[in-house]
């Protein structure tokens, strides 16, 4: 295993567990269930593909595995002015935007 390898991993769990905590703080300020990704998609009018895959951010106990549910950048800019027309705190919003950013 290479250095940069070593280095990547403890790099990306702590990416992925701050936008994990940044993700649970903006479903709570909101009164969404991550459990529910079906109803977070029907009530923000988002896809529910996206919905799903955040909740399998939320969720997630293995950095690793996680990257493949993590949404890209635009699919973030849709969640989150859905979620910001419907009352979500400009911090909230503001800490997901940098920790998907990370």
Same mark, same amino acid.
């Given at each position: 295993?290479?250095?940069a390898t070593?280095?990547f991993e /403890?790099?990306c769990?702590a990416a992925?567990?701050?936008l994990?905590?940044?993700?649970i703080e903006l479903y709570?300020s909101?009164?969404a269930? /991550?459990?529910?990704p079906q109803?977070?998609?029907?009530r923000?009018?988002?896809?529910?593909t996206?919905?799903?895959?955040?909740a399998?951010?939320?969720?997630?106990?293995d950095?690793?595995?996680?990257l493949?549910?993590? /949404?890209?950048?635009?699919?973030f800019q849709?969640?989150l002015?859905a979620?910001?027309?419907?009352?979500?705190p400009?911090?909230a919003v503001?800490?997901?935007?940098a920790?998907?950013?990370?």
């Open positions: 295993m290479s250095v070593k280095d /403890p790099d769990r992925l567990d701050d994990r905590a940044a993700l709570a909101v009164g269930d /991550p459990a529910s109803d977070v998609a029907r923000f009018g988002i896809n529910k996206l919905t799903w895959n955040i399998k951010v939320i969720g997630s106990t950095a690793i595995r996680t493949q549910n993590v /949404p890209g950048a635009s699919a849709i969640f002015n979620v910001q027309r419907e009352g979500a400009a911090e503001e800490r997901v935007r920790a998907a950013r990370a």
